[in-house]
């Protein structure tokens, strides 16, 4: 199967979904990841004295890391304004995932849910994003995604990591599927964090590595499943 997870920031798989990416790579997935800024606004760059070019050209070249250690199908990395998705025509931003559906061709294409996990404003228009493309997809594309799959928080997972930001949770009603995965992906998803240098501190401050576990949780769009599958592939729709 192939899976396209679509996130706004460098670092949003990593806080995320890196450990069920590592899982749907070694069950044999092809995963590809877009990203739709380099993420050079964040607050970090004062720190390290970068320019947001600078800093987001060292977030790309740390990306490529990350699409190492998580043995990545495809990595790609577009120069939309971080921090300021909001203020763009959301088509011109629609036009560029519906054509990178289009050449993926994924089964499953995730992105976050309508809380965008933090709240962040480029998370919560690239959900919107995301949505209305599949959608349109589901309508008109000779091969659309099977399935539009929203990776999020347990209400547990969502208290024990609200360390540095206030984090939003997805209910059990709303949660469809609950992948278990290995000690070994977790351990990946340690080391996809490590590959970001320049937000080393952050990583450390928000304990993220330390508050990983077992289960990724996700909501499944239009999709109802109690009690949840376990695996993202299972009973998908047919096309």
Avoid at 37 to 60: D, I, P, Y
């Amino acid at each position: 199967m192939r899976i396209l997870y679509v996130f706004p920031h460098p670092d949003d798989e990593s806080f995320g979904p890196a450990r069920a990416i590592s899982a749907q790579v070694r069950a044999g997935h092809a995963v590809h990841l877009l990203t739709l800024t380099r993420g050079g606004a964040t607050k970090e760059r004062h720190r390290l004295g970068f320019t947001v070019e600078q800093m987001g050209e060292s977030r790309f070249e740390e990306m490529q890391d990350v699409a190492r250690v998580l043995g990545l199908a495809d990595l790609t990395v577009l120069d939309f304004p971080d921090s300021g998705l909001k203020e763009l025509d959301p088509r011109v931003l629609e036009a560029v995932v519906a054509d990178h559906i289009e050449t993926v061709r994924p089964d499953v294409l995730v992105t976050y849910p309508v809380h965008g996990i933090s709240g962040f404003h480029d998370h919560l228009v690239t959900h919107a994003v995301v949505k209305r493309v599949f959608i349109e997809a589901r309508d008109h594309a000779e091969a659309p995604p099977r399935r539009l799959a929203l990776f999020t928080l347990t209400e547990e997972q969502a208290e024990k990591g609200s360390r540095e930001h206030r984090l939003s949770g997805s209910t059990d009603a709303e949660v469809d599927c609950l992948m278990t995965v290995g000690a070994e992906d977790v351990e990946a998803n340690r080391r996809a964090l490590d590959c970001y240098v320049t937000y080393r501190e952050m990583i450390e401050k928000t304990e993220i590595k330390d508050s990983l576990d077992r289960i990724a949780a996700f909501e499944l769009f239009e999709e109802s499943f109690d009690p949840p599958i376990t695996d993202l592939c299972a009973d998908l729709p047919r096309s």
